[in-house]
């Protein structure tokens, strides 16, 4: 099955200050996306993105499927920001999904 | 987005016990749903997929014997566990793709304690 790596796996910030977060796959995927764990556990999408790029207020996030990564960016980072971001992937639309082993981000007042 | 909702978010339960999951899609139906688990500070880990009117699959290592898993209906999944000792304590989370059955979405997560 595919692997999926994330970089890095901890990230601490001052609010305000930019980030860029990495997945890695070790195969192609035709699904994939990017989560934030929210205190309580609740998975937020942010983006389905299998190729592309998007942008959604402070994030953008962009997935070179020839080359197997994506990338989320967060810009002025804020407190609530904090958390843990997944990536994902399927091999196909619709197919259960890998997880990455998580970043863990803390920003800091 | 299309909406999930897993019912409790919380248990504890007594070890040799068993406790039913629900989840739900609100606003779409799906025909498949799958069941993750997660350990505190680790990812989530794929333990089955449920498919509607059909059994489930279940992930190498996972006990189908002990996670039962219903997909009764086309927005309806349970995952229910039998007989739960204290290592099966866990947040478990469903989702469910959305049409055009290519996004996933996920419930709240269960928290379970056995004691």
């Known amino acids: 099955g595919i692997q999926v790596e994330q970089s890095p796996p901890d990230l601490i910030l001052q609010e305000g200050a930019n980030s860029t977060l990495r997945c890695n796959f070790s195969?192609?995927?035709?699904?994939l996306q990017w989560f934030h764990q929210n205190p309580w556990g609740q998975l937020i999408n942010l983006f389905y993105i299998p190729s592309g790029t998007k942008q959604n207020g402070r994030l953008s996030a962009t997935t070179v499927a020839t080359e197997r990564y994506s990338l989320l960016y967060i810009s002025s980072s804020q407190t609530t920001d904090s958390g843990v971001y997944f990536c994902?992937?399927?091999?196909?639309?619709?197919?259960?999904?890998?997880f990455g082993e998580g970043t863990q981000l803390t920003v800091n007042p | 987005g299309a909406v999930v909702s897993q019912h409790p978010s919380r248990v504890i339960c007594k070890s040799g016990t068993s406790v039913k999951i629900e989840c739900r899609s609100l606003d779409f139906q799906a025909t498949t749903m799958f069941w993750y688990r997660q350990f505190p500070k680790q990812s989530l880990m794929l333990m089955a997929t449920s498919n509607e009117g059909s059994k489930a699959t279940y992930e190498q290592g996972v006990e189908k014997d002990k996670f039962l898993i219903n997909h009764a209906s086309l927005t309806l999944s349970t995952l229910t566990v039998t007989s739960a000792h204290p290592e099966d304590s866990s947040f478990y989370i469903c989702s469910a793709m959305a049409p055009p059955h290519t996004e996933a979405f996920f419930g709240q997560g269960t928290r379970l304690t056995v004691v």
């Open positions: 195969d192609s995927v035709n699904n």
């Open positions: 994902a992937g399927g091999e196909t639309s619709g197919s259960r999904l890998t």
